[in-house]
């Protein structure tokens, strides 16, 4: 690609559709999968989306520090597909913007388009923690292959499992 970030005084992010932060119909679709009906498997696609997210948007900010518009692009693509594919339009259109740009070769004001997709994804990961803590509130163990790790352990305030 080999293209470059341009700085811009203000970046605006109005051109978006308006949209929910999450579809949960699609959660319920993917719940009812032949051989997935069950809660916990929406519980492990929500852990796997959080931690595949973090992972970009970690991506998504060294990009930025490295003026590498190569990876804004692989990082706001693979965003774009998760968070599509688990019902998140808001955030999957502010990636398909920045993605687009990132595949023209360059990128008006990385770092703004950054800090809009992370704080969509805030507002999309308070909704999934909630999802999942509101299975756990309801008394359903949250078993989701594996015990809750790292981010959403600190979240959900989940004691480790020995």
Avoid: W
């Avoid at 690609?1 to 579809?23: R, Y």
């Avoid at 990132?102 to 997709?117: K, M, N, Q, T, Y």
């Avoid at 999942?132 to 015990?147: E, F, K, M, N």
Wanted: charged residues 20%.
């Amino acid at each position: 690609m080999g293209g470059q970030i341009v700085a811009a005084d203000e970046f605006n992010g109005t051109d978006l559709v308006s949209a929910e932060v999450l579809d949960c119909s699609i959660l319920q679709i993917l719940g009812q999968l032949p051989g997935k009906r069950h809660p916990e498997f929406v519980d492990s696609i929500i852990t796997l989306f959080i931690e595949t997210a973090l992972t970009l948007l970690a991506d998504l900010t060294d990009g930025v520090a490295k003026n590498d518009v190569t990876a804004l692009h692989h990082a706001s693509h693979a965003l774009k597909s998760c968070s599509a594919t688990i019902g998140a339009g808001a955030l999957s259109a502010r990636c398909d913007e920045l993605e687009q740009a990132a595949r023209a070769g360059s990128v008006l004001d990385a770092h703004s388009r950054v800090e809009a997709i992370t704080l969509e994804y805030r507002r999309l990961e308070a909704t999934l923690i909630g999802r999942l803590a509101t299975r756990r509130a309801a008394g359903q163990r949250d078993q989701i292959g594996s015990p809750v790790t790292g981010h959403l352990r600190a979240v959900l305030a989940v004691p480790a499992r020995k």
